[in-house]
């Protein structure tokens, strides 16, 4: 039995609860956030300093209003208790991977896979769930808030919220050039504010969610052959590759140091050097580059609420067909036939744990049209994937040891997390060639190309910044700066009177993931209102152009 003096000890007010719990917050979860205020302002410095205590209690103060707003008897403890939850695992990951948490990162983590979160699981994340939420937890569950009667209780509140929100505008006041600089100059660091981060993101996430339902409106009903597309003779089979994580500057075709693409570069690939994509995760990339918004105009309500690409290859009376190893097309194949081969059971590209990109073609032949028409095929990668990199390829493609054989990292030495992402770049090399190969092999019935685009890029723990996802206005160039590249049979060519000398000379312009709405119709030849000529990478390289 408790005795009255051990319940006494675990009695709080619910003021002091919301003080506790806030000061807990800043000092025992925000590592990754003071570290990255470290970067821009010298706390070693006395005005650097003050700066830095001021914005920690500007933290704790703004978590403090917040808690005391939402300190409602029978609710406080379960809201504290999600956000000790997620502020343990949003720590985890800011101090491991380096990220920041926005909106598009919150869409990340809803429309993750099982099997993608699972990669991320690890004995130390187990450890700050352990220490920085099963603990605190515990012992929140375990306290008594103590209530006054309301009216009473709603005036010390209504104190409490003042006299913090004095001591905010003081601190304001006080230091108002610095704090100016600081929101004006360093979206990143306060995108890696906990919990206020993710709770603001999450709740704008959630807003965009509640906007009613999404009407699809179509577009390109008027596309066609061109001249060229109805006076060919065979019909037209065309592979596009979305890549996973492919930055540029990996993939020897780019000039890497290392000639991680062997076999691509024994085949007659058109390489464009500066190419970069529209968003820094796939959730944003993958869509937007097959919408008919540019990255500036780019809103996912926007993309989901028209039409896209594979829907004016359609209306143009191609077969279209998305066949994936990753985790599903994020919109962008809702209309067209679509293949998960994640889950496939293929035992040579297989294993326990999921499917290698080789998966991809297997037993291709059968979706082929019948009768042989006009077809757009779709192969979305695992790719480059992390941050369990060693996962993505068979180990007797290992060509670069040691290997980084971990999700953390951080403990691996550079040169083993360097190597082991150039194995999965070799491995996507591997898989392409096979691709070109294939379509090489089908070129008597069909004219055959490919295209090749890496939906994002990915930090390597340049500036201590890990995987992909930082909000594309502070995201390093690593997660901006893509590979692309196509390849056409001498057949394409020739049918679409394409000038191969005049594309090569187009290889260092700078495009982006916005020009492949407007080239794929270009380069198949298919006339709509909504193309838009000045975006076609083709453009001046046929006839028409």
Known sequence: MVSPASRQRWQISSVHFCLLLSTLLVLAYNSAFFHALGQVIDPLTLRGGAFTISVGALLGLLMFILLNLIAVPYLLKPLAIAILLSGAAASYFMNTYGIAIDSVMVQNVVETDPAEAAALFSPRLAMYLLLLGVVPCLLVWKVRISYRRWPRELLVRLLAIVASLLV????????????ASFFRNNKNVRQMAVPLSYIYAGVSFAVKGKEGPIVVQAIGEDARPGALALAKHKPTLT?????????????????????????????????????????????????????LLDREHYDDRKAKSQQGLLDVLNHAGYAVLWRDNNSGCKGACDRVSYEDMSKAAVAEDCNSEECFDQVLLHNIDAVLPRPNGDMF???????????????????????YQ??????????????????????????????????????????DQYNT????????????????????????????EEQKHVSFFYWLSKGFEQTYDINSDCLASKEHQPFSQDNIFHSVLGMLDIQTSVYDAKLDMFQGCRPQG
């Open 168 to 179: 905010i505008a003081a601190m304001l006041f006080a230091l108002s050039q610095d704090y």
């Open 239 to 291: 592979v596009f590759v979305v890549g996973e994580t492919g930055r540029a500057d990996h993939f020897g075709l780019n000039g890497y140091e290392r000639n991680t693409t062997p076999l691509l570069a024994k085949q007659d690939v058109f390489n464009f050097t500066q190419f970069t994509s529209c968003g820094t995760a796939t959730a944003v990339s993958v869509p937007c580059m097959f919408s």
């Open 377 to 399: 095929v779709v192969l979305h990668q695992h790719g480059s994937h992390g941050p369990d990199y060693y996962h993505r390829y068979p180990q007797d493609m290992a060509f």
């Open 402 to 443: 040691p290997e980084c054989k971990t999700n953390q990292l951080q403990d691996c030495s550079q040169e083993s997390l360097i190597n082991t992402y150039d194995n999965t770049i070799r491995y996507t090399d591997y898989f392409l060639n096979n691709v070109i190969e294939w379509l090489k092999q089908r070129s």
């Open 449 to 476: 190309a490919m295209l090749y685009v890496a939906d994002h890029g990915e930090s390597l723990g340049e500036n201590h910044v890990y995987l992909h996802g930082m909000p594309y206005m502070i995201a390093p």
